[in-house]
């Protein structure tokens, strides 16, 4: 497997276990709101945003990208194995009876802010 293909899992796989943990993609919107504004505990937020997020979703967007000559199949086919791995480790870890709604609360705020910050402050 070349290196392009590897790094693609990587990020795949780092983005699935994010994924998994956070329910992030559209529920990097979805989770928050569902926490703050309708009082769903955490867990179930993510739960939910994962089941949400099952249907392909970004399929019509996808065509529209790709007819642009901006998709690369290879390389999403390959970080889509990542992300189904990443999601399932990240579930896996996210439901641990040791590991509480509350820890997934702040570790989810520090993902934010950490990528909240690289997105204003570096290249």
């Known amino acids: 497997m070349s290196t392009a293909l590897i790094q693609l899992l990587v990020i795949g ?4 276990i994010a994924g998994g943990v956070f329910g992030i993609g559209g529920g990097a919107i979805m989770v928050p709101a ?6 769903m505990d ?9 089941a ?7 399929l019509l967007a996808a065509i529209v990208y790709y007819r642009n000559g901006n ?3 290879k390389y999403a086919v ?5 992300l189904l791995v990443g999601n399932l480790f990240g579930a896996l870890f996210a439901n641990q009876p040791y590991i509480s709604s509350e820890t997934v609360k702040k570790i989810y705020g520090v993902f934010l802010l950490a990528i909240g910050a690289r997105y204003l402050f570096f290249r």
């Open 13 to 16: 796989l780092v983005a699935g």
């Open 34 to 39: 569902m926490v703050l504004l309708m009082s």
């Open 42 to 50: 955490q867990k179930f937020a993510t739960g939910t945003s994962i």
């Open 52 to 58: 949400a997020q099952i249907l392909p979703i970004g």
């Open 71 to 73: 998709l690369n199949i």
């Open 78 to 82: 390959v970080i889509a194995i990542g």
